[in-house]
């Protein structure tokens, strides 16, 4: 049974930082593209970050500079570094895995990530 469980969502002042993490169960994790992505509310699921099975890694442009994606594969586990975190960031953040076989996309629950003052 595949689990992706996100964590380290909460509410956060403007300008503060969030590092998101997501443990996956149940895949060979090495052989997994991983992604984060956002959907905001009355707004459409966007990609916000990617790291493929060999690191290399890619940004929505909203975020460039600020977020960073990082993975360990020892751990299994995906992580998204958000700093300098804005309104316009808040969302429910999910973890993506996606695999090179067909039906081979998997996903979490999401974590809730609310930036206000």
């Known amino acids: 049974q595949v689990q992706l469980v996100e964590s380290g969502g909460g509410l956060v002042q403007p300008g503060g930082s969030l590092r998101l993490s997501c443990a996956a169960s149940?895949?060979?994790?090495?052989?997994?593209?991983m992604n984060w992505l956002r959907q905001a509310p009355g707004k459409q699921r966007e990609l916000v970050a990617s790291?493929?099975?060999?690191?290399?890694?890619s940004y929505a442009d909203s975020v460039k500079g600020r977020f960073t994606v990082s993975r360990d594969n020892a751990k299994n586990t995906v992580y998204l570094q958000m700093n300098g975190l804005k309104p316009e960031d808040t969302a429910v953040y999910y973890c993506n895995a996606v695999g090179v076989l067909p039906g081979a996309d998997y996903w979490g629950q999401g974590t809730q990530v609310a930036v206000s003052s």
């Open positions: 149940g895949i060979i994790f090495r052989f997994y593209n």
């Open positions: 790291i493929t099975t060999g690191g290399s890694r």
